[in-house]
């Protein structure tokens, strides 16, 4: 059956820092990659979508990576700050009707 | 602009009681979505729809049902609360299926004791 692994359940980084957030599946041939944010007490907010043949996409401070051969998406976020403290999550898609979701990187950005 | 609205946001039930978690979104959205979301585990599909009238399973859909007489209203029904159904639920909304973002409400915190 497919699995979606995030790296950690929880990481802690300084301010100023980039964050890496990983993402790993396997059973499973996504061609798409969605990155949600999630706050404590609200519904996860779409932040990206990378496609299987792009190897990286950007949007201001944020940047992720889709390896279809690792079976891997990272997640970074540059020059983090305190607001940045959040709950990430990984979704992969295919064309069907899988609508799955990883179990979420809780990420502490301390200043 | 709403988006996507659920009631109520807190709510705690007897064993064996009923009841209806509301989900509505103005944004003419045809996908629509429940999922719950316990510590630790992530968020897991209980039904999903199409469009108005269709309706589909998903990973974890036994104690509940749903219906979707409008395009913009999707409720989820639970007929003989149970312990285990102690959950936080989000409904989402999304265009189509596929890779379109899906937005959700901030969830129905149900304790069942």
């Known amino acids: 059956s497919q699995k979606i692994e995030q790296n950690s359940e929880a990481l802690n980084i300084q301010e100023g820092k980039t964050a890496t957030l990983t993402c790993n599946y396997t059973?499973?041939?996504?061609?798409?990659l969605q990155w949600y944010r999630q706050d404590p007490g609200r519904g996860p907010v779409f932040l990206l979508l990378i496609r299987e043949n792009e190897k990286e996409k950007r949007k201001e401070r944020l940047k992720v990576t889709f390896d279809t051969t690792l079976k891997q998406s990272l997640f970074h976020i540059t020059a983090s700050q305190p607001a940045d403290s959040a709950t990430y999550l990984c979704?992969?898609?295919?064309?069907?009707?899988?609508?799955?979701f990883g179990p979420g990187t809780r990420l502490s950005v301390l200043p | 602009n709403a988006g996507v609205t659920q009631t109520p946001k807190f709510r705690i039930l007897k064993i064996g009681q009923s009841m209806t978690l509301q989900c509505a979104q103005d944004?003419?959205?045809?996908?629509m979505y429940w999922y719950r979301q316990d510590p630790g585990m992530g968020l897991k599909l209980i039904y999903y729809s199409v469009g108005a009238g269709i309706t589909d399973k998903g990973e974890v859909p036994n104690g509940y049902n749903v219906s979707r007489s409008t395009t913009e209203d999707f409720p989820l029904r639970l007929e003989l609360a149970a312990p285990s159904q102690t959950s936080v639920y989000f409904c989402?909304?999304?265009?189509?299926?596929?890779?379109?973002?899906?937005?959700f409400g901030d969830g129905t915190r149900l304790s069942i004791l």
């Open positions: 979704a992969p898609r295919d064309y069907g009707q899988n609508f799955v």
């Open positions: 944004m003419n959205h045809n996908y």
């Open positions: 059973n499973y041939s996504p061609a798409y």
């Open positions: 989402a909304s999304s265009p189509t299926g596929g890779n379109q973002p899906q937005h």
